[in-house]
């Protein structure tokens, strides 16, 4: 069963940076494409970016375009989001996710960033 794990949310202020990670068990990272989303109260949860499974292709949402960078640590098994230019809109709990055959098939329990004006 897969589980994934996310951290480094916290307070920034607009046109700070944050490291998110999402650490993954019992699959590793490079089985299946993996992703980041987000989710405001009230809103449908919203695409950030998406990494290959084998980290050499990244695509990312148009609202976070050249402010964001995920990669993959296959030694830690891990996938980060580095978050650059940080607004008060990208305020929202971010969450992992990794497909599989069905689709986004594990996510995480997400963690809150919170960006000050």
Known sequence: QVQLVESGGGLVQAGGSLRLSCAASGRTVSTYAMGWFRQTPGKEREFVGVISRSGD???????????????????????YLQMNSLKPEDTAVYFCAMRDETGWGSWGQGTQVTVSS
């Not at 609202?63 to 640590?73: A, E, H, M, N």
Request: hydrophobic share 30%; no cysteine.
């Open 57 to 79: 292709s990244t695509s990312y949402a148009d609202s976070v375009q050249g402010r964001i960078t995920i990669s993959i640590d296959n030694a830690k098994n891990t996938m």
